[in-house]
């Protein structure tokens, strides 16, 4: 199956701050979703993202596939986006499953 | 579009009881998903239903674990002879099957095995 790596694993950030987390992933996928994992557990879908960039507010998020990462940028963090986010490419030929990479948690300091 | 929703949100049983979990996807989903993670780690696929048809189930589900989606809408996931292993957080995602088949993912069933 494909293999998944987040960096970097803990993410401190003054509120304010900027930061990049990177997904790298270890074969071609059709498909990669982000993901906030919030203190409660709740997956919050970010962006569907197979190529290409993306932007919503605060968050943007870069793929380049032929080059097997993604990128997610936080921008003017705030303590509400402390937690944990998650990447999860999907590979066609293996099915329909997204796997998951171990996540960067994160954690917003007012 | 109220979301992928799942009952309970918590269970605490004892060891070697079985379980159900049960999950209602979103509206007009065709496919269905349970992911099992635990602490400090991503979540991991379990299975997937397209419509009421299991398409693709994980090493990880052993024989004491089954899936249903009877009608093709809600779905349940049943535990027997509950291991202390076992304990969880099982989460169920639904999709759309098209061009970006994103997954939307619910609040899961934390289950906790004494």
């Known amino acids: 199956g494909i293999q998944v790596e987040q960096s970097p694993p803990d993410l401190i950030l003054q509120e304010g701050a900027n930061s990049t987390l990177r997904c790298n992933f270890s074969?071609?996928?059709?498909?990669l979703q982000w993901f906030h994992q919030n203190p409660w557990g709740q997956l919050i879908n970010l962006f569907y993202?197979?190529?290409g960039t993306k932007q919503n507010g605060r968050l943007s998020a870069t793929t380049v596939a032929t080059e097997r990462y993604s990128l997610l940028y936080i921008s003017s963090s705030q303590t509400t986006d402390s937690g944990v986010y998650f990447c999860?490419?999907?590979?066609?030929?293996?099915?329909?499953?997204?796997?998951f990479g171990g996540g960067t948690r994160v954690l917003v300091k007012p | 579009d109220t979301g992928v929703s799942q009952d309970p949100r918590h269970k605490i049983t004892k060891r070697g009881q079985n379980v159900t979990f049960r999950c209602d996807p979103i509206?007009?989903?065709?496919?269905l998903y349970w992911y099992r993670q635990t602490l400090g780690q991503g979540p991991e696929f379990l299975t997937y239903?397209?419509?009421?048809?299991?398409?693709?189930k994980s090493r990880l589900l052993s024989d004491r674990f089954s899936a249903e989606r009877p009608k093709g809408s809600f779905s349940t996931l049943e535990i027997q002879r509950t291991e202390q292993g076992d304990s969880a957080m099982y989460l169920c995602?639904?999709?759309?099957?098209?061009?970006?088949?994103?997954?939307?993912f619910g609040p899961g069933t934390r289950l906790t095995v004494l």
């Open positions: 995602a639904s999709s759309l099957m098209g061009s970006s088949d994103t997954q939307y």
């Open positions: 074969d071609s996928v059709n498909n």
């Open positions: 993202i197979p190529s």
């Open positions: 999860a490419p999907r590979r066609q030929a293996a099915g329909n499953k997204l796997t």
């Open positions: 509206s007009e989903h065709n496919r």
């Open positions: 239903f397209q419509n009421e048809a299991q398409l693709e």
